[in-house]
């Protein structure tokens, strides 16, 4: 019997998920054409199948669902970065900045792939309070690159990490915007170039 009840949980777990996941995907279409203010709870319902109680029970309402697409997009981001910074650390990658780098062409390409999601969330039509999300969860970014490069607590080098961060950030946002691949490559290798430029841990000349 507790085999049974064990299986039936893990049914229903599994059904929840893809309740969710299936309502996330209609919201991001939705949201992606209309934009937040003007999409409706009805049209994301219609779109997955699904009812308005369903929906409110997952989420709670639009506001939320918004950001749980936010919060699923940002751990895509931060699971793709956290796996390929691994990776080149197991294969014997050391420098500091090279990890950086190996972390930003992993967000980069990501901004590529989600780029109508990037669009969405960087056009300041979000729900009231969604700027305070994004600027908190870029000063965690900061914090973690900071980290990650080994900065100091000095005021150049915590400028120096905020500079690589934003430049990183703002070729998501134009890579979000191109019309080709060979396009947000190009831009993801200049972006590349610039932070190795501004690497806060090499000795000035």
């Known amino acids: 019997m507790a085999r049974k009840a064990g299986?039936?949980?893990?049914?229903?777990?599994?059904?929840t998920a893809e309740t969710r996941r299936v309502l996330l995907a209609a919201a991001r279409e939705v949201f992606g054409e209309q934009?937040?203010?003007?999409?409706?709870?009805?049209?994301?319902?219609?779109?997955?199948?699904?009812s308005v109680g369903s929906l409110y029970h997952h989420f709670g309402g639009k506001t939320e669902l918004f950001l749980a697409l936010w919060e699923d997009?940002?751990?895509?981001?931060?699971?793709?970065?956290?796996?390929?910074?691994?990776?080149a650390r197991a294969?014997?990658?050391?420098?500091?900045?090279?990890?950086?780098?190996?972390?930003?062409?992993a967000y980069l390409e990501g901004s590529w792939q989600r780029r109508d999601l990037v669009r969405l969330f960087l056009d300041?039509?979000?729900?009231?309070?969604?700027?305070?999300v994004r600027r908190t969860r870029t000063r965690e970014w900061v914090r973690q690159n900071a980290v990650?490069?080994?900065?100091?607590?000095?005021?150049?080098?915590?400028?120096?990490?905020?500079?690589?961060?934003?430049?990183?950030?703002?070729?998501?946002?134009?890579?979000?915007?191109?019309g080709t691949k060979r396009k947000a490559t190009a831009l993801t290798e200049a972006a590349v170039e610039l932070i190795r430029r501004?690497?806060?841990?090499?000795p000035a000349q």
């Open 35 to 50: 934009g937040f203010a003007d999409a409706s709870v009805a049209e994301v319902v219609k779109r997955a199948h699904s």
């Open 7 to 15: 299986t039936g949980g893990a049914w229903q777990w599994s059904r």
């Open 73 to 87: 997009h940002q751990a895509s981001h931060e699971h793709n970065a956290t796996a390929s910074v691994a990776k």
């Open 124 to 132: 300041n039509d979000g729900p009231p309070g969604f700027e305070l």
């Open 148 to 178: 990650l490069l080994g900065a100091g607590a000095d005021p150049v080098d915590r400028l120096t990490v905020s500079v690589i961060t934003s430049i990183i950030g703002e070729a998501g946002r134009e890579i979000a915007n191109c």
């Open 198 to 202: 501004l690497d806060p841990l090499r």
């Open 91 to 105: 294969e014997g990658e050391e420098d500091p900045l090279a990890l950086l780098i190996v972390g930003a062409r």
